[in-house]
């Protein structure tokens, strides 16, 4: 059996955050909306229509070029890709070609604790085609149709050199880069509505073989790249170990069966037979507009999660989880201002509250806590005033009633007992009427400790403080010995 060196490349379209489509005034919420309505002669190509180009979009463009450290060419133009399909009125996308807004950057990213780092091919403006409908509330049964609502909406489509080397690296590279263009609001970054669409080049090659790529199309979700480009590695390494020749071609995954199914041969860009739009002058990017924007560009996912590790010794994975939202990692800053306890602070976010969040099916921003409000409910945890599992309680209430931790606290009497003299006596309750626990546990059975703990909980509605509670069970059974 040889051994063959995986290499893998993306393509990811990503959809910009912009309120009008690329070269006309219509609306880019299509999301819902009935087929047909949101376009006008220009986004549907009718002769004689002109196209103006929106400028948030070269803004935008620019803004996630320059976070992928590109290096921007000071003139571009727009090209006509030419092609034929339904869904797609004018015959032909309005694309970058040879000079595409940047070109040679890279991104890093962390797979499995390693840093990696991935070159960035190009990046390049295009306008999406439309859609073919096949059912839905618009539609009879049986019947397709084409929808233009998303004809021409501005799109970047990034594309790195095959520099990944596994599917998990696949992933996590895609991860990162959406965490980029979600940091910087260029796109919603939502793979689901396909607002970043992924496809990918792989091929598998050994010492003596060179390979041959093929292109996965259709995954929509991190965990579909990871499945489709596992698939991919063992269709072509058991084809590679029989002898058999691996077609140049592209693949569709079926999320469903779980496997890539043949789709056309991959075209080559002569196919497109592209050439400069007429009606649109090439352009020129200002260095005072590159400075303005690369000036305004925020610290970026990668930088923060290593800024978390350093500054507040969180780990690798947990600086991770915090940064994938920027949301998230401003509420623990923010938390952080009332409650300077990093790792407590990162322990609560990524279990209780993100628990909640998804319990309640809502994002932190549109929740009813507030960093401060979080703060002041570890307070009392780490004061000792109530115990980790009344808090959680009391989280819950402050999630659904948007009501402070104190005054929850207060109106359900649930401060901790600490009184050692008050615990003392519910410990010796407890013990009376466990004698069989008593007796194991001074036959040397650790776990009916626990028990006789939880009893005390019991007893004590949660309220009694429980390492005080284990010390003094322990102080009065080894007095019963
Ligand atoms: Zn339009």
Not at 266 to 275: G, H, N, P, S
Not at 428 to 434: A, G, L
Not at 447 to 473: C, S, Y
């Amino acid at each position: 059996m040889s051994d063959f060196t995986t290499t893998i490349g993306l393509e990811v379209h990503c959809q910009l955050l912009t309120q009008a489509k690329m070269f006309c005034r219509c609306s880019t919420d299509y999301i819902g909306k009935e087929p047909n309505t949101l376009v006008c002669p220009v986004c549907l190509g009718l002769p004689g229509s002109l196209p103006v180009l929106n400028q948030k979009v070269v803004e935008l463009a620019l803004r996630a070029a320059l976070a992928l450290h590109c290096q921007i060419l000071p003139q571009t133009l727009f090209h006509r890709k030419n092609y034929f399909y339904p869904d797609l009125p004018k015959g032909y996308q309005i694309s970058q070609y040879n000079l595409p807004i940047g070109i040679d950057g890279f991104l890093e990213f962390y797979s499995q604790g390693v840093r990696k780092k991935a070159r960035i091919r190009r990046i390049h403006i295009e306008e999406d085609a439309g859609k073919l409908v096949h059912e839905g509330a618009f539609l009879p049964p049986g019947t397709s149709g084409v929808d233009c609502n998303r004809c021409g909406i501005p799109l970047v489509e990034i594309v790195t050199e095959p520099d990944l080397s596994s599917p998990e690296e696949a992933r996590d590279c895609l991860m990162m880069l959406r965490n980029i263009v979600c940091y910087l609001e260029v796109s919603d970054g939502n793979m689901e509505e396909g607002s970043l669409r992924c496809d990918a080049n792989i091929s598998l090659s050994s010492s003596s073989l060179t390979g041959v790529k093929v292109e996965v199309k259709n995954m929509n979700s991190f965990r579909s790249v990871y499945r489709a480009l596992s698939y991919e590695v063992e269709r072509q390494r058991k084809l590679l170990e029989e002898g058999k020749p691996v077609f140049q071609e592209t693949r569709h995954w079926d999320e469903i069966k779980g496997v890539t199914v043949s789709a056309r041969g991959k075209e080559e860009a002569e196919d497109y037979r592209y050439f400069p739009d007429p009606d649109l002058l090439p352009f020129s990017l200002k260095t005072e507009m590159i400075e303005e924007i690369k000036s305004g560009l925020l610290e970026l996912p990668l930088e923060k999660e290593e800024r978390f590790m350093t500054q507040y010794e969180l780990s690798q994975g947990e600086a991770e989880i915090l940064v994938q939202d920027r949301e998230i990692a401003d509420f623990f800053e923010d938390t952080l201002r009332n409650f300077n306890k990093p790792r407590m602070v990162c322990n609560w976010i990524v279990t209780e509250v993100f628990r909640n969040l998804k319990e309640l099916g809502t994002t932190i921003s549109r929740a009813k806590i507030t960093p401060s409000h979080l703060a002041e409910l570890l307070k009392m945890v780490d004061r000792k005033e109530i115990s980790g599992t009344m808090a959680k309680s009391v989280l819950e209430e402050m999630f659904t009633s948007g009501a402070r931790a104190r005054e929850i606290v207060t109106r359900r009497g649930m401060a901790l007992i600490n009184d050692e003299k008050e615990l003392e006596n519910i410990v010796k309750e407890v013990i009376e009427k466990n004698p069989q626990s008593v007796a194991d546990y001074l036959s040397g059975k650790e776990k009916a400790l626990q028990f006789l703990i939880g009893q005390v909980m019991k007893e004590t509605r949660g309220q009694a403080d429980p390492e005080l509670t284990r010390n003094i069970l322990i102080k009065v059974l080894s007095s019963e010995e």
